[in-house]
């Protein structure tokens, strides 16, 4: 994280990091509800899909969380023409159910946050 010259972070910077971990279970589930894919091909799709500005913060960390939770499995491994093992995810049946969950809730916070911020009295 950059630092100013005061030695203190940024508060933007920190605003982001924040907003990327909350929303990374989101991103990552709804990505995998469209087909499976190994966790380097998931950050390029956010890469893609963001034009660039999206990278994705603790990737490996939030498909583990989401393995725990029985929201994301391990569908295979593949062996990749460089060595690299590429182990593929899918999203299981109770992950498409806890993504149209979170798709709700997103959309809510997302409505109360911008009428708190941009209301207009």
Avoid: W
């Avoid at 929303?23 to 660039?52: D, W």
């Avoid at 500005?53 to 989401?66: A, G, H, Q, V």
């Avoid at 391990?74 to 062996?79: A, F, R």
């Amino acid at each position: 994280m950059k630092e100013k010259s005061t030695g203190k972070r940024d508060p933007l910077e920190n605003f982001e990091a924040q907003f990327k971990k909350s929303t990374l279970p989101l991103m990552v589930l709804r990505i995998l509800s469209e087909r499976e894919m190994y966790a380097y091909e998931i950050m390029q799709e956010t890469l893609h899909r963001s034009h660039g500005r999206y990278k994705m913060p603790l990737l490996y960390t939030t498909l583990s969380k989401l393995q725990e939770q029985g929201l994301v499995i391990e569908s295979g491994k593949t062996i990749s023409d460089d060595n690299r093992v590429r182990v593929y995810y899918r999203i299981t049946d109770e992950g498409r159910h806890h993504l149209e969950k979170l798709k709700e809730l997103y959309a809510e916070l997302t409505e109360i946050v911008k009428d708190i911020v941009y209301d207009e009295e």
